[in-house]
């Protein structure tokens, strides 16, 4: 499938001067060959393009051959059955009318012009790694087209080019782009550039290829957590069978402070990174389905936070690693994010010995491959247990009078607003809590009616009709941790394997961190 994209250029002035003459050059040699085309067909003359070339080649001998074979190319794209006006018939037509006079025909005059003499086009091709004359190349980190102007003499424009949405085939140009530099493997691609209102644009057309899927889940997955916090990337490879092969993580600090011209390169770079994985792996790439994510909002009191959250675009990265991923013949298997960090953080990373975030790629993984997560029984009997719910309520309570006391001793707004998004963070907690104590009172022999599993036992409160894991975060993390989000979360292993919660109730000995488990790294 053959598509052609627009983007736009951004030249220095001098840079600009000199591609206008070479726009110059290009467009009469294109109207002169366009004559002589009619002529020679006219004639029914063999071989029209070598006599062409070589009278082009007389009138224009400082213009690059390449230039030379580009314009009879496009010259043969008009049709030599109709009059055709360089420049256009319709504003032609309104300049030989005298009505117009002053600034609004100069302006006429101007934009005919700029039709007529503004046109720079090379056809490209594999051996020329792509074009010859005009080739996008990667300069200080931006996307630049290399325009050659004269015996090797050439200017660097920056593309002005951001996609529009998710199936912006943009995305996919670019990612052919990384990939032909990478292997290096170049493809053809033509670029069009035009005058307008004193600004460059250009178009490059090219084939997208359709190559068939060859790596899926049917080996297991790599399965990447790209909304890792703080701006990072968690990756775990998981088999067929579900198991946990090996993990890494990959700082995205570098991207910080970077133009976002040099942040698109560098992502484009990653995905491609993460792609090759899975094809070195034998194995699909499995996601989340991001449709909204929180960078927070000005005034909340977390601005250090928020802006490192907004210097990393999850949802931009995702569109190119999907794009690459087509490419390379690579499955990508989207999952429902409900849950997954939750799920990862209380089942998996104490269980083995990893980080919250690598363990929340780890669901990712298996909710991919189709496996469904079962809460661990002894985390169901602390639902269960009212003597262990009474003492998380409890903690809520002095943290809750503790961040009440502060907020009326801090003045500073930033501060107090922060104070209060904690403030209100604690009373929903408690709002779990003590509408789940209040389901075991009306229903002695279970509590699955508490979170959802068994709503024909009774009804409970809205609030406790929440996913069992969204209650369980709420009455572990703060009450045994004492954090909301831990980076260790290795002293929840005896509680997770023994069920030994009277050791957290009573707070009388510390509780130990459990065995780890032997893990590969990439």
């Given at each position: 499938?053959?598509v052609?994209l627009?983007?736009?250029?951004?030249?220095?002035r001098e840079?600009?001067?000199?591609?206008i003459?070479?726009m110059?050059?290009?467009?009469?040699?294109?109207?002169?060959?366009y004559?002589?085309l009619?002529e020679?067909?006219?004639?029914?003359?063999?071989?029209?393009?070598?006599?062409?070339?070589?009278?082009?080649?007389?009138?224009f001998?400082?213009?690059?051959?390449?230039y030379i074979?580009?314009?009879?190319?496009k010259?043969?794209?008009?049709?030599?059955?109709?009059?055709?006006?360089f420049g256009?018939?319709?504003?032609f037509?309104?300049?030989?009318?005298?009505?117009?006079?002053?600034?609004?025909?100069?302006?006429?005059?101007k934009?005919?012009?700029?039709?007529r003499?503004?046109?720079l086009?090379?056809?490209?091709s594999?051996?020329?790694r792509?074009?010859?004359l005009?080739?996008?190349?990667?300069?200080n980190?931006q996307?630049?087209?290399?325009i050659?102007?004269?015996?090797?003499e050439?200017i660097?424009?920056?593309?002005?080019?951001?996609?529009?949405?998710?199936?912006?085939?943009?995305?996919t140009f670019?990612?052919?782009?990384?990939?032909?530099?990478?292997?290096?493997s170049y493809?053809?691609?033509?670029?069009e550039?035009?005058?307008?209102?004193?600004?460059?644009?250009?178009?490059v057309?090219?084939?997208?290829?359709?190559?068939?899927?060859?790596?899926t889940k049917e080996?297991?997955?790599?399965?990447?957590d790209i909304?890792a916090?703080?701006?990072?990337?968690?990756?775990?490879?998981?088999?067929?069978t579900?198991?946990?092969?090996s993990y890494?993580?990959?700082?995205l600090?570098?991207?910080?402070g970077?133009?976002?011209?040099?942040?698109?390169?560098?992502e484009?770079i990653l995905?491609?990174?993460?792609?090759n994985l899975?094809?070195?792996?034998?194995?699909?790439?499995?996601?989340?389905?991001?449709?909204?994510?929180?960078?927070?909002?000005?005034?909340?009191?977390?601005?250090?936070?928020r802006?490192?959250?907004?210097?990393?675009?999850a949802k931009k990265?995702?569109q190119?690693l999907?794009?690459?991923?087509?490419?390379?013949?690579?499955?990508?298997i989207?999952?429902?994010?409900?849950?997954?960090?939750?799920i990862?953080?209380?089942?998996?990373?104490?269980?083995?010995?990893?980080d919250?975030d690598?363990?929340g790629?780890?669901?990712?993984?298996?909710?991919?491959?189709g496996?469904?997560?079962d809460?661990?029984?002894?985390?169901?009997?602390?639902?269960?247990?009212?003597t262990?719910?009474?003492f998380?309520?409890?903690?809520?309570?002095?943290k809750?009078?503790e961040l009440?006391?502060?907020?009326?001793?801090e003045?500073?707004?930033?501060k107090?607003?922060?104070?209060?998004?904690?403030?209100?963070?604690v009373?929903?907690?408690?709002?779990?809590l003590?509408?789940?104590?209040q389901s075991l009172?009306?229903?002695?022999?279970?509590?699955?009616?508490?979170?959802?599993?068994?709503?024909?036992?009774?009804?409970?409160a809205?609030?406790?009709?929440?996913s069992?894991?969204q209650?369980l975060?709420?009455a572990?993390?703060?009450?045994i941790?004492?954090k909301?989000?831990?980076?260790?979360?290795?002293?929840?292993?005896p509680?997770l394997?023994?069920g030994?919660?009277?050791?957290?109730r009573?707070?009388?000995v510390?509780?130990?961190?459990g065995?780890?488990?032997p893990?590969r790294?990439?």
């Amino acid at each position: 499938m053959f598509v052609s994209l627009q983007f736009k250029l951004e030249l220095k002035r001098e840079d600009k001067e000199k591609l206008i003459k070479l726009m110059r050059k290009q467009s009469s040699a294109i109207r002169v060959a366009y004559n002589m085309l009619k002529e020679l067909e006219k004639k029914k003359t063999r071989n029209p393009h070598a006599q062409i070339y070589q009278r082009l080649r007389q009138l224009f001998p400082e213009l690059p051959t390449k230039y030379i074979d580009s314009a009879i190319y496009k010259a043969k794209q008009y049709s030599t059955d109709k009059p055709v006006v360089f420049g256009g018939k319709r504003l032609f037509e309104k300049l030989c009318k005298n009505h117009l006079t002053g600034k609004a025909r100069e302006k006429l005059k101007k934009q005919w012009k700029e039709q007529r003499q503004g046109t720079l086009v090379s056809i490209g091709s594999k051996s020329d790694r792509g074009n010859r004359l005009m080739r996008f190349e990667e300069l200080n980190g931006q996307l630049c087209l290399r325009i050659t102007t004269g015996n090797r003499e050439f200017i660097y424009a920056k593309v002005l080019r951001e996609p529009s949405n998710s199936k912006d085939k943009w995305l996919t140009f670019m990612a052919m782009l990384l990939e032909s530099w990478q292997i290096p493997s170049y493809f053809p691609y033509t670029v069009e550039l035009k005058l307008r209102n004193g600004e460059v644009y250009g178009s490059v057309s090219f084939e997208i290829p359709t190559p068939e899927v060859r790596y899926t889940k049917e080996n297991g997955v790599i399965a990447i957590d790209i909304n890792a916090s703080p701006i990072h990337l968690a990756v775990a490879e998981v088999s067929k069978t579900g198991e946990l092969l090996s993990y890494q993580t990959i700082s995205l600090h570098h991207l910080l402070g970077l133009s976002q011209n040099s942040k698109d390169h560098q992502e484009w770079i990653l995905a491609h990174q993460m792609v090759n994985l899975a094809i070195e792996k034998g194995k699909a790439i499995a996601v989340e389905n991001l449709k909204k994510l929180r960078k927070g909002k000005r005034g909340d009191g977390k601005a250090k936070l928020r802006k490192i959250l907004h210097n990393w675009n999850a949802k931009k990265f995702l569109q190119k690693l999907k794009r690459v991923a087509m490419i390379k013949g690579v499955e990508v298997i989207e999952v429902n994010p409900a849950y997954t960090s939750v799920i990862g953080m209380l089942k998996y990373a104490p269980q083995l010995n990893i980080d919250k975030d690598i363990a929340g790629a780890y669901v990712i993984g298996r909710r991919a491959l189709g496996f469904k997560e079962d809460m661990p029984e002894n985390y169901e009997k602390l639902l269960k247990d009212k003597t262990y719910l009474e003492f998380a309520l409890k903690r809520y309570e002095e943290k809750e009078k503790e961040l009440r006391e502060l907020l009326e001793e801090e003045t500073n707004q930033y501060k107090r607003n922060a104070l209060e998004s904690e403030l209100r963070s604690v009373e929903y907690a408690k709002e779990l809590l003590t509408n789940l104590i209040q389901s075991l009172q009306s229903e002695p022999s279970s509590c699955e009616g508490a979170y959802g599993r068994n709503p024909e036992q009774g009804r409970v409160a809205k609030t406790t009709l929440q996913s069992a894991w969204q209650v369980l975060k709420v009455a572990l993390l703060f009450p045994i941790l004492g954090k909301v989000l831990p980076r260790d979360l290795s002293p929840l292993k005896p509680l997770l394997v023994e069920g030994v919660w009277d050791r957290v109730r009573s707070r009388l000995v510390p509780l130990e961190a459990g065995g780890t488990v032997p893990i590969r790294d990439f």
